[in-house]
């Protein structure tokens, strides 16, 4: 990347363009009119420029030519689950992420005839059985398979273990050495309305505590960090990045392997059900972001997915999207497209940097579990979910067709299959389970209420 894009051109300065930014303003004030500040505390400025570098950032690692298409499958019945993944690859996918509610089901029947050699599959495991996991790597190669179970996850989500923490630990591990790998799912804490440096923070450390705990570090090959996408198009892109980056650090302390598998799907908190066809303009910039910031896989949401029950229609168009990504809007051509872009260069340090400073405030106060325990970590996600809500409220954060032109002819009452709103059970719990929440649910709740 060169300074001079042109020799037969003048460099200019970043100084000269400020300079000649504040003479075109008229007296305004630069920084009132032109400088506006995220909800991560990042001022971002009208222009960036390679002054604002000491040295141009290397060439990511990345190969977005080979991100993957990916769709979902909760396995109820294994025998429909089975024709409904193969529909789905002859329709265009190459990677398919069973979710397995029990481990009393045929991995045989799930998998048959699905040519396990060029199809990448995820297994979300809902329960904690080594002898399942073993089964599962029996029938293909652990290259092909990515299994997630994440312990941690589970109880900042749920607020329990899965059974006790020492249980879930000894198990945990021996999954860890029969796949090499562990995942860390970082979608709970954006859905609940986590900023993108809290998110950052939170996961390098959750993966610290693992690693932190593992006796044996040195099996781990790969680890996939299960991630939301969020709406600010730019910032998404560096929020990967800077995941990486910080990955990448956190490795090196351990000296495993630096890579990591990211798995990346729209978030929920901005979908909603009112002028509901607005979420496929959503997931498409936020699967732009995925694919730009460098994911691995991307599972598209469907439209229609927080209001209505699984079906082939909304299943259909949420694949095509990512096919007309991929196959017609060329998004498979460049290995490192956001490389060189200063604007996203320099986000994506600003981020990694508070990221890192975060996390080393959790590590010096005890580390993530304790965090949980004593409902910091919950604390500062409800802070961040109230200010953006207030944002939303106010209507400084629109989302078209809910708080910004509203269809008042818009009837949702008898088109709801699914409950789209945050459910209330109480139960005892060790910590307080941190929970997700779209920003329009009030909004809706009220709309519901008035409709005839």
Known sequence: MSKTLFKEFDSVSAKQWKQKIQFD???????????????????????????????????????????????????????????????????????????????????????????????????????????????LIKTSTREKFHIDVDIIGNLARTGNWFNNLNDDFSKFETIVKQTNSFSIDISLYQNAGANIVQQLAYALAHANEYLNLLKNTDVIKNTIFNVSIGTNYFFEIAKLRALRLLWETLASEYQINTNCHIFATPTKRNKTIYDYNTNMLRTTTECMSAILGGANTINNLPYDAIFHKNNEFGNRISRNQLLVLKHESYFNKVNNPADGAYYIEKITHQLAEKALTLFKSIEANGGFLKQLKIGTIQRKIKESAAKEQNQFNTGKEILLGSNKHPNPKDKMKDNLELYPFVKTNQRKTLIEPIIEKRLAENLEQQRLKEEN
């Open 25 to 135: 303003l008229k007296g305004a004030d630069y920084n009132d009119s032109l400088v506006w500040n995220t909800n991560d505390d990042i001022a971002v400025k009208p222009f960036y420029h390679s002054d604002d570098f000491k040295e141009l950032p290397p060439t990511s690692n990345t190969k977005a030519t080979n991100w993957k298409i990916c769709e979902t499958i909760f396995v109820a019945d294994v025998k429909k689950s089975n024709i409904k993944a193969i529909n789905t690859l002859n329709k265009g996918a190459n990677s398919i992420k069973f979710i397995i509610p029990s481990k009393d089901i045929s991995i045989e029947s799930l998998l048959k005839n699905i040519h396990l050699t060029s199809t990448e599959i995820h297994f979300e495991l809902q329960f904690l059985a080594p002898n399942f996991v073993t089964k």
